[in-house]
């Protein structure tokens, strides 16, 4: 026992420790435990009893020497022998009892010893006194080499301190110098600007050093000055640089001031805290964070298009670490996509899974609810006023994390990292590696859909929820109680029994704050959706009973169009949601049959059909340019030689005679037209057929007139002159 005695100014006086009590119990040893001279001493217990009772000795509970005692695998070798050594010295004394505890035995003991051992008596007492100021254990004779030298002292130096070198020795060089106060401030200031601030290494940092503070300038011709660098035993070495500049360095500044705060924070911060502190129940606290997934997909619309890579959205429970809801969606990040996730969260993930085939039950996924508090990162899709009031309108609060620190969202950005690496980077088309020369496009390789990957996105979060096992969930008592398993739903279950299900809304309600708005044109031809950047009139529509009740569509023809609010959900552009009586209350808007083309595609990729078709258009302008081009400079030439031609044939020829013979010309023409076009469906002859053909009749069957050329008349002739006469009559 230790014991601290204060004098009558409350002071501590001195520290005993108690080596032994009189059977009696009337008479006590103690010794003084920080004098370097002390024997033990016999006092009266009734002193110490009173002292005690009033106060003027306390019992003290924390030994200086308890580090001494620990177990032997922890001490040295070395240590071990010197404590073996120093209890064979005095083993007969110890070994004797209270005996030593009086001077006249305790003389006699030490002569003995010294006569056994052949040690001297100085040795003798410093070793007793030593054991029975450390405790009385064995581990007390233990050496105090930590205590050797002048750790923490100022030394007066005298000559070059440490091993001389190789080149001093052999070679008789000079031994460097010692580094004093003033150079050991040099080598900080040094550190901290060349190393610390413009990110050089300590070897170049250590040359910078050596160049601004040992050296001398000389200018050169050219004016330029160069330094001279001292000879190498009058400079520090890159070691002293090294050793001072560790040894004086702050570590937290000197990080931050290399790698910058937000590096720090993000890689080297202390981390003694848990998020799961901060979410006691389920539903308290989500985190949500977007990436872009590391796999190319391609259009259910066309197979053979490569539409890119998606942006995933996860929300994570952080009491239970379930994923709650997600979302994959071409667009973002974006508010569209993140509230899309939260959508999915407050879902029937029963019916949800039923839409892409996968049949569950409840327990599978049990979570169709709304937080508390949403943890996000400051992403313009969160901080929007559209987010702040969606959420504020279903009761949620929200809580961005400091710039740059995504380490405060970590189970939604470790999740990011189990996705890619339990399944995306597996699968064609994935992005896990950097494409080296000469392999194959990884792009090439891509062939899901977004909703075929929605789907394998489904069977990833039910095989977690369901199985992953969480080997660092801090547990609490009362889950070890219930033998409760480190799976997040069983977690979530345990949570929902022990403080209550999450708050849940209506569909309605959800529908309306979460989904994304938009605005729809009421037209002749139904009830058209419109998106902003893609155009999209007339190519999706709508009907709903409040439109076919009203005449909206005959209205619209009568009157021209006019927009109404809608909600809609990208995923399923089979229906939207038109808005009415200022956004109380929704109706149902089923997509017309004419529209039934994208029947079983996602809005993104309807966006993108249209997208790439005017691109297509664009793409095909210059042609497009190019044949019009061509096409006016032939009918320019056209026109300029029929001109010529037309004036040539009218020379001399009055007006009165080009007008007279219309009717006679435009016969003569048609005559000519049904003679020239007339197909002869006789097989051809050959020449020598031809030669004994019969030769033409002299009479002409063809006739030349100042009116131009005219055939012969046909038996059909006068018929047509008739019909003619009759055509002209009625008219």
């Known amino acids: 026992m230790l014991i601290e005695l204060h004098n009558e100014c409350g002071d501590i006086f001195t520290v005993i420790r108690l080596l032994w009590i009189d059977p009696s119990g009337t008479d006590i040893v103690t010794i003084d435990l920080n004098n370097s001279k002390a024997f033990p001493v016999l006092q009266r217990a ?15 509970d924390t030994d200086p020497y308890a580090y001494l005692h620990r177990p032997e695998d922890l001490i040295p070798e070395t240590h071990r022998n010197f404590r073996d050594n120093a209890w064979n010295k005095i083993a007969l004394i110890i070994e004797s009892g209270y005996k030593a505890f009086f001077p006249y035995e305790r003389g006699l003991l030490v002569r003995q010893a010294i006569e056994l051992t052949g040690s001297n008596k100085p040795t003798i007492y410093q070793l007793l006194r030593s054991y029975w100021q450390r405790g009385q254990k064995l581990n007390a004779l233990l050496p105090n080499y930590d205590h050797c030298g002048g750790k923490g002292k100022k030394r007066n130096i005298t000559k070059k301190l440490g091993a001389p070198s190789k080149k001093t020795k052999l070679k008789g060089e000079p031994p460097g110098i010692n580094i004093n106060e003033q150079l050991r401030i040099i080598i900080v200031k040094s550190a901290k600007k060349y190393h610390e601030k413009q990110k050089l290494t300590l070897k170049d940092a250590h040359q910078r050093m050596c160049e601004d503070c040992f050296s001398v300038k000389i200018k050169q011709k050219d004016a330029n000055e160069i330094p001279l660098l001292l000879p190498q035993e009058q400079c520090p070495t890159l070691r002293q640089f090294n050793y001072w500049y560790y040894k004086d360095r702050d570590l937290k500044k000197s990080l931050i001031s290399r790698e910058g705060k937000r590096k720090f924070n993000l890689s080297y911060r202390e981390v003694l805290g848990n998020s799961t502190e901060m979410a006691p129940f389920p539903g308290a606290l989500w985190q949500i964070d977007s990436t872009i997934a590391d796999i190319y997909l391609v259009s259910s619309l066309d197979r053979s298009r490569i539409i890119g890579r998606p942006v995933l959205y996860l929300v994570v429970d952080i009491f239970s670490r379930s994923i709650v809801g997600f979302s994959v969606a071409l667009e973002g990040p974006s508010w569209l996509g993140a509230s899309l996730a939260l959508e999915n969260a407050t879902t029937d993930k029963v019916k949800f899974c039923q839409e892409f085939g996968i049949t569950i039950t409840t327990e599978d996924w049990n979570c169709n609810h709304l937080c508390k508090l949403l943890q996000t990162d400051r992403g313009s899709e969160y901080l929007s006023n559209n987010a702040r009031e969606a959420l504020k309108s279903i009761g949620i609060e929200i809580s961005p994390t400091p710039p740059y620190r995504p380490d405060w969202k970590p189970f939604v950005e470790r999740l990011f990292r189990l996705i890619n690496d339990e399944v995306i980077h597996f699968q064609p088309g994935a992005v896990h590696k950097p494409k080296e020369r000469g392999e194959r496009d990884y792009r090439l390789d891509a062939i899901y859909t977004l909703d075929e990957f929605r789907a394998i996105m489904i069977r990833l979060i039910l095989y977690y929820n369901n199985y992953h096992y969480l080997t660092e969930y801090p547990m609490t008592k009362h889950m070890i109680e219930d033998h409760v398993q480190p799976v997040p739903s069983e977690l979530w279950e345990w949570g929902i029994r022990s403080y209550g299900r999450p708050r849940q809304e209506t569909l309605e309600i959800i529908r309306l704050n979460l989904l994304h708005r938009a605005d729809a044109s009421v037209t002749r031809y139904g009830i058209c959706l419109r998106v902003k950047g893609v155009n999209l009139y007339n190519r999706l529509r709508y009907t709903c009973e409040s439109a076919m009740r009203e005449q909206w569509f005959i209205k619209a023809g009568m009157k021209g ?25 929704m109706e149902v808007c089923e997509m017309l049959p004419v529209s039934k083309t994208f029947l079983d595609s996602n809005l993104e990729e309807i966006m993108d059909h249209f997208a790439e078709q005017n691109f297509a258009q664009e793409d095909a302008q210059p042609n497009q340019r190019q044949a019009k081009a061509s096409l006016n400079a032939y009918l320019k030439q056209q026109k300029t030689d029929a001109t010529e031609k037309t004036e040539k044939a009218r020379q001399g020829k009055s007006k009165q005679s ?28 050959t020449a020598d057929q031809l030669e004994t053909a019969l030769p033409i009749q002299a009479n002409n069957q063809y006739k030349d007139t100042e009116e131009g050329y005219i055939p012969a008349p046909e038996e059909t002739e006068m018929l047509n002159e008739v019909i003619e006469g009759m055509w002209r009559n009625d008219r």
């Open 658 to 685: 080009l007008l007279k013979g219309i009717i006679n010309n435009r016969k003569a023409e048609k005559h000519y037209e049904q003679d020239k076009n007339a197909r002869d469906l006789r097989p051809e002859k």
């Open 561 to 585: 169009t006019w927009k109404v609010p809608v909600a809609y959900d990208p995923r399923k552009p089979l229906v939207i949601y038109i808005l009415l009586d200022a956004g109380k209350r």
């Open 46 to 60: 009734e002193e110490i009893e009173a002292a005690l009772t009033e106060q003027k000795a306390f019992i003290i």
